[in-house]
Structure formats: C-alpha cells, structure tokens
C-alpha cells in the first residue's frame, strides 16, 4: 500500500520537471544593462598669472592737519564779536572774530612812543654837546700854546732881569688856568662814548617797550589766521576776559588726517611692494609712500569716499593690537559736499582705509569661493576628470586668495562646490553644456 503510494505521486513530479526545462531552454536570454559613469556640471577657470596690487585696510578716526586755539594775549573787556562766530561756521582767512578793548594799551603806546621820542632827542643833543666840545678844545689848545709860548718868554726876561717876578708868576697862573681847561673838555669827550652807551640802552629798552605796547595793542584784535570751521565760543561780548583764558578752538578746512591702524602681519607686503627691499629709514620716504595709493570710506556709509595720500609712518607700533599707525592726509576735505548727499570730511569721523601697493611680479590668484576647508581646490586635469589639491595660501583680498604653491598657469580650475568630491568624477564645464 505503502509502494503504491509512491507510484501514484512520481508521474505528477516528472511531468512538472520536463515543463520547467522545456520553459528554460525555449526562453531568450536577458538584456545586459551597462551602467554609466556619474558626471557633473561645473564652471570652470582657466589658470592664468595676472598683476595684484596688494591692498590692506585699516581704520582710524579723523582730525584736521592743524587747528587753531586763540587764547587771550591781554586782559580786559571783549567790545567786538563777530556775527558768525558761531559753531559750524566757517570763517576765511584774516577775519576778525574778537576785539578786546583797546583804551590803556593806545595809551601805553602813545607813553612808550613819548619815551623813545625823548630819549632819541636827548641822543641827538649829546652829539650836538660833543661837536661843541670839540670846537671849544681845539680853541682852547691853540690859546694854551699861546699862553706857554708867553710864559717861556717872560721867564726869560725875568731871568735877565728885564721883568718882575710878579709878571712870572702872573703868567704861569694863566697858563695853568687854560691847562685846567683843556683837561676839562679832553675828560669831557672821554665821557662821551659811555654816555652814548647808555643812551643806546636805554633807547633799546624803550624800543623794547614800545614794541611790547604795540604788540599789546594788536592783541587786542583776534583773527582767524586760515580758513576754519568754528568749534567752541568761550566768551560773550561785553565779558572780561583775564590774561590766558581760551577764547575759540577752530578747525582748520584744507587737509584732513588719519592715523590708520594697520595689521603688522600685512604691512610689509605692502611697503615691500614699494621699496623693493629698501630700508625706509634710509630710502627717500617722501618719494616711497606717494606709490601707495589711499582710499577712505565712512564706516556708516561706504558710499562716502574719498581720495587721500599717506604722509608718514610713525614708529610707535601697537603691541597688542599688533598693528603699525600710518597717517593718511586728505586735500580738500569739504570739496563737493552737499550733506546729507555728500559730507565733508569733518573731526570723528570712523573711517576704513584702503591702502594700495604698486602691482608686483605677475602672481596666481583664484576666487576665495574656489578654496574648500581653507587649501584644498577642485581641478578637471586633461582627462575631465575631477582632481584634489592642497594649495600653499598667501594672501586673501577682495574675494581672491593669492597662491604661492600648488597651481600651475594652463590648470583648469573648478569655481562651483561639488558634493560629493569624488577623485575621478567626469566634469563637464558649464561653458560647454548643450
């Protein structure tokens, strides 16, 4: 039973075998599906040196080349004060802001001119009074001679016995008489050149005063001595200002300056661009910084611009901010100004300035954009096939990034990101793409 069994479930399973092989061997065999290799588009760059111009930026706050501070030279009551003498108010040259009275200082020059005046006089009678004394010596000599020649004679006489004594002795109190003059008026031009001498100092010394009284005098009138801006007033009309006292502080409008604070690390990129390897110290400054070029702009509004030189480079270095002041002069600061349109360059301004080197030695310089995790580029080499390269960075700038190592002029360069950045991908410039 059990035999039987097996008998009757052989036939179904060799009927079902022959249909699975006949399906087999009558059916085609499947397609074979070849698989594509990943490509992407990206935009390319060909590599090519070009000229840089090293650019370094710096920031600083404004102040005008010179300012004026006028301080009472002279005490006494302010008479005069100008209309426009007011804050913001800009003034030319020579304008006579302030006037303190002038009463007592007139005065005192009409004393100090009196004085000199007097003392001239008395200068000019000394050489009138030596003159005379000279006239007067040269006669009384001439009558000495006489006299002598007299005394001689008679003291002949007397010794023949042809005159009295008394005649001898009569004659010899003459003749010492007019010796007694003749002295007088040698001592007396003796004493003129110290007499003159004093009479000089004492000329010098009222000169001193008249011009110390004339000086006085013109400090009573205050003057704007260049065009300036007027900042502070500290005194009214009719107010007694001592001696010392400030009166008006004032910009002056036809240079602006900087002092810029640059960063160390940039710095000798820029001058060394300029000097080619010469010391500073040495080289003809002047002539070494007008190749820098200078470019200022408002921090609150960029739009401001203005166009400056750099004048010097002072040798205080900041330590910890680790940057170098470099003075930028502006010509012209209030050219053009037509607030709010367009500003002057006025005192405390924040402005960013914009160095400029010469350009140097054709370099490579590529998109910071085109730098993946700071020095790694993505190249297509001749097979257009996707490259990784680590690059040596020298510098970045308005948006390009200055190489020094790693790429080659001809290299085609990559400017999108890829993800994933397979070595080996095909990249099809975007230029190309139909």
Known sequence: MKRSRILRIFPPLALGLGLAVWLVAGSEPPERVTREARSVTARTLVIEPQEVRPVIRGYGTVRPARSWQAVAEVAGTVTYRHTDLETGKILPTGTRVLEIDSTLYALALRQAEADRAALRAEQDQLAVEADNTRRILAIEQKRLELAE????RIDALVSRGAAPEIRLDEQERATLQLRRGVQELENTLGLLPSRKARLRAQIARAEVGHDRAKRDLEMTRVETPFTVRIGEVHVERHQFVPAGSPLVTADGI??????????????????????????????????????????????????????????????????????????????????????????????????????TGPPGPPRIAVPTSALHEGRTVYLRDESGLLELRDVALGWRQDGMAVITDGLAPGEELILDDIVPALPGLRVIPAETTP
């Open 254 to 355: 036809d240079r602006a300056e900087v002092t810029a604070q640059l960063p160390i690390k940039g710095f000798p990129r820029l001058v060394g661009s300029v000097t080619d390897g010469v010391d500073l110290q040495t080289a003809n400054q002047e002539n070494v910084l007008s190749q820098i070029g200078a470019e200022l702009r408002l921090v609150s509004d960029p739009r401001q611009i203005w166009q400056g030189r750099v004048i010097r480079i002072e040798n205080a270095l900041d330590p910890q901010a680790r940057t170098v002041p470099v003075v930028v002069e502006v010509e012209a600061p209030y050219a053009d100004a037509r607030p709010p349109m367009r500003l002057p360059l006025v005192r405390n301004m924040y402005v960013e300035v914009l160095l």
């Open 149 to 152: 020649a007299d005394l001689e």
